[in-house]
């Protein structure tokens, strides 16, 4: 299969071709198709929409290790220092201000939300990624990247503020921009608020205020650079090493990381369409005037693939907004979790996604339809790999399957068009099309559609589902009474409702 992605350098359709097999390519040796991705940030739980973008990223790895056949090693950075609250270079610090709202340590802080993100992954399928680095194990390599560019003379000092990249020294600023976007910022000669020489100059180094103690600062130079600052080796600090203490910019991180675990030179990376302006743009500034200017290859990146945003009614979703949905609210109004990865598939990856409670009720019911056709099924045969595939293909309605299946996903990774084609092939199933839909669920879908255990609301009868709407309706007007004589009916009749404000779910009872 043939794959063609939008190229986010070219903004075209482009064939993917692995570094493995580029005839061009000059670089190290590879031995696999390298994948990176950004982030999170962990002060606080991810939304829906982050969650859109890791999926993503593991749908790529999907397609790539278990349609295509390249072995695959991917990487997903979890930034827990120097992400400041405004994207910026300027402001607090996430971490910082968390652990202040929360009363715990900022480590504390990036643990709990570590592990409350590494179990959504989990329920959400959205697995097998091959290192998860953290930028505070890895801050050597990240001054280590800026010293390198100090030295190339493409740096300066803000006193009192950090060290930045003179972006006017350099020619190919803004590979992933708009020509009007980058036109409109280097328009901006002098920001003289901040004393940024130009708009485009971001920070690889933030000094810390010389009356402030943050929890997690380092030394940037001195004899116990990389140390982490404690209580005890804070006072013996000389005079050197209290000006330079600090922490890194939020940019240098991930090409520290990446650097790091996937070499000078990589195929994919992946992350949010909010990060191409600012983050990715600097990333490929620092890294391809860093570690792949000495490189035979300069191309930091291949392919840069980013996810559009999730909508709440068409509007912006935003913590500060009060929309921005978390996996635990769906859970708690009994949302299955891989019902949000089958929503998720429903739209493009490059389009904007709307979330409302139907949208993702009906992502449910849908979901749920074919698990009833599948259930109790067993495939024909069991493949490990997609070579096994095409030597056992014997039908003509497999082969048709298989061939557009194949289709959507090298459009771009056209998932709405191969569920799509799952459903309209289900009209006339047999035991090979069960087979390779199997394959498809274990490998690229994994949204539960074997899972013996499903149900179905549409077991549920629609005088029930009358009477579950109507208590909704009664609770919006505030009519408790009438909303407990609906429920209490409903039980009489032998199902049980769990609900909230705007959203049901009803079982029935086998007690």
């Given at each position: 299969?043939?794959?063609?992605?939008?190229?986010?350098?070219?903004?075209?359709?482009?064939?993917?071709?692995?570094?493995?097999?580029?005839?061009?390519?000059?670089?190290?040796?590879?031995?696999?198709?390298?994948?990176?991705?950004?982030?999170?940030?962990?002060y606080n739980t991810a939304t829906i929409?982050?969650?859109?973008?890791?999926?993503?990223?593991?749908?790529?790895?999907?397609?790539?290790?278990?349609?295509?056949?390249?072995?695959?090693?991917?990487?997903?950075?979890?930034?827990?220092?120097?992400?400041?609250?405004?994207?910026?270079?300027?402001?607090?610090?996430?971490?910082?201000?968390?652990?202040?709202?929360?009363?715990?340590?900022?480590?504390?802080?990036?643990?709990?939300?570590?592990?409350?993100?590494?179990?959504?992954?989990?329920?959400?399928?959205?697995?097998?990624?091959?290192?998860?680095?953290?930028a505070t194990d890895h801050i050597r390599?990240?001054?280590?990247?800026?010293?390198?560019?100090?030295?190339?003379?493409?740096?300066?000092?803000?006193?009192?503020?950090?060290?930045?990249?003179?972006?006017?020294?350099?020619?190919?600023?803004?590979?992933?921009?708009?020509?009007?976007?980058?036109?409109?910022?280097?328009?901006?000669?002098?920001?003289?608020?901040?004393?940024?020489?130009?708009?485009?100059?971001?920070?690889?180094?933030?000094?810390?205020?010389?009356?402030?103690?943050?929890?997690?600062?380092?030394?940037?130079?001195?004899?116990?650079?990389?140390?982490?600052?404690?209580?005890?080796?804070?006072?013996?600090?000389?005079?050197?090493?209290?000006?330079?203490?600090?922490?890194?910019?939020?940019?240098?991180?991930?090409?520290?990381?990446?650097?790091?675990?996937?070499?000078?030179?990589?195929?994919?990376?992946?992350?949010?369409?909010?990060?191409?302006?600012?983050?990715?743009?600097?990333?490929?500034?620092?890294?391809?005037?860093?570690v792949c200017c000495d490189s035979a290859?300069?191309?930091?990146?291949?392919?840069?693939?980013?996810?559009?945003?999730?909508?709440?009614?068409?509007?912006?979703?935003?913590?500060?907004?009060?929309?921005?949905?978390?996996?635990?609210?769906?859970?708690?109004?009994?949302?299955?979790?891989?019902?949000?990865?089958?929503?998720?598939?429903?739209?493009?990856?490059?389009?904007?996604?709307?979330?409302?409670?139907?949208?993702?009720?009906?992502?449910?019911?849908?979901?749920?339809?074919?698990?009833?056709?599948?259930?109790?099924?067993?495939?024909?045969?069991?493949?490990?790999?997609?070579?096994?595939?095409?030597?056992?293909?014997?039908?003509?309605?497999?082969?048709?399957?298989?061939?557009?299946?194949?289709?959507?996903?090298?459009?771009?990774?056209?998932?709405?068009?191969?569920?799509?084609?799952?459903?309209?092939?289900?009209?006339?199933?047999?035991?090979?099309?069960?087979?390779?839909?199997?394959?498809?669920?274990?490998?690229?879908?994994?949204?539960?559609?074997?899972?013996?255990?499903?149900?179905?609301?549409?077991?549920?009868?629609?005088?029930?589902?009358?009477?579950?709407?109507?208590?909704?309706?009664?609770?919006?007007?505030?009519?408790?009474?009438?909303?407990?004589?609906?429920?209490?009916?409903?039980?009489?009749?032998?199902?049980?409702?769990?609900?909230?404000?705007?959203?049901?779910?009803?079982?029935?009872?086998?007690?």
């Amino acid at each position: 299969m043939e794959l063609y992605i939008h190229d986010n350098v070219t903004g075209k359709l482009a064939k993917f071709v692995p570094l493995i097999e580029d005839p061009n390519y000059q670089g190290p040796k590879k031995d696999y198709v390298w994948i990176y991705s950004c982030w999170p940030t962990v002060y606080n739980t991810a939304t829906i929409g982050n969650l859109r973008t890791f999926q993503l990223s593991d749908l790529i790895k999907n397609v790539i290790k278990h349609i295509m056949g390249y072995p695959v090693k991917h990487v997903m950075n979890l930034t827990d220092v120097g992400h400041l609250v405004g994207d910026g270079d300027n402001g607090e610090d996430r971490m910082e201000k968390w652990s202040k709202r929360e009363g715990i340590s900022a480590r504390d802080i990036a643990q709990r939300y570590t592990d409350e993100f590494m179990e959504h992954m989990s329920l959400l399928n959205n697995v097998d990624i091959d290192h998860y680095p953290k930028a505070t194990d890895h801050i050597r390599q990240q001054i280590d990247m800026v010293k390198k560019l100090t030295k190339k003379w493409l740096t300066y000092v803000i006193a009192w503020d950090g060290i930045y990249f003179d972006t006017a020294k350099i020619d190919d600023y803004g590979k992933l921009l708009p020509a009007w976007h980058l036109e409109g910022l280097q328009s901006w000669a002098r920001v003289e608020d901040h004393g940024k020489k130009n708009a485009t100059d971001f920070a690889l180094w933030k000094f810390s205020p010389t009356d402030e103690t943050r929890q997690m600062e380092w030394i940037y130079d001195g004899s116990r650079s990389w140390e982490l600052l404690t209580h005890d080796n804070r006072s013996t600090l000389t005079q050197e090493e209290q000006v330079t203490r600090g922490f890194p910019g939020w940019h240098i991180e991930c090409s520290a990381m990446a650097t790091e675990y996937l070499w000078t030179n990589f195929d994919i990376h992946t992350g949010g369409m909010d990060l191409k302006t600012t983050h990715h743009t600097n990333e490929i500034c620092q890294s391809e005037h860093s570690v792949c200017c000495d490189s035979a290859h300069k191309e930091w990146v291949k392919y840069w693939i980013h996810g559009q945003f999730i909508t709440v009614g068409w509007q912006k979703m935003g913590k500060s907004l009060g929309n921005a949905y978390t996996l635990t609210d769906l859970i708690n109004k009994w949302i299955d979790p891989l019902d949000l990865r089958y929503f998720y598939f429903t739209a493009h990856y490059s389009n904007f996604q709307d979330f409302t409670w139907e949208a993702v009720g009906a992502a449910r019911k849908t979901r749920q339809k074919l698990q009833k056709k599948l259930l109790g099924h067993e495939p024909a045969f069991q493949y490990k790999s997609r070579k096994e595939l095409t030597v056992n293909v014997s039908t003509d309605a497999w082969k048709e399957l298989l061939s557009s299946v194949e289709n959507a996903l090298s459009k771009d990774l056209n998932m709405p068009q191969v569920l799509a084609t799952i459903n309209k092939s289900l009209h006339q199933p047999n035991e090979e099309i069960y087979t390779i839909i199997d394959y498809l669920e274990t490998f690229v879908l994994k949204c539960g559609l074997f899972d013996l255990q499903a149900s179905d609301d549409e077991d549920i009868p629609q005088d029930i589902i009358d009477l579950a709407e109507a208590r909704i309706l009664a609770k919006k007007e505030k009519d408790y009474t009438r909303a407990d004589a609906l429920r209490d009916e409903i039980t009489s009749a032998g199902y049980e409702i769990h609900d909230t404000a705007d959203w049901y779910s009803i079982e029935k009872n086998n007690a």
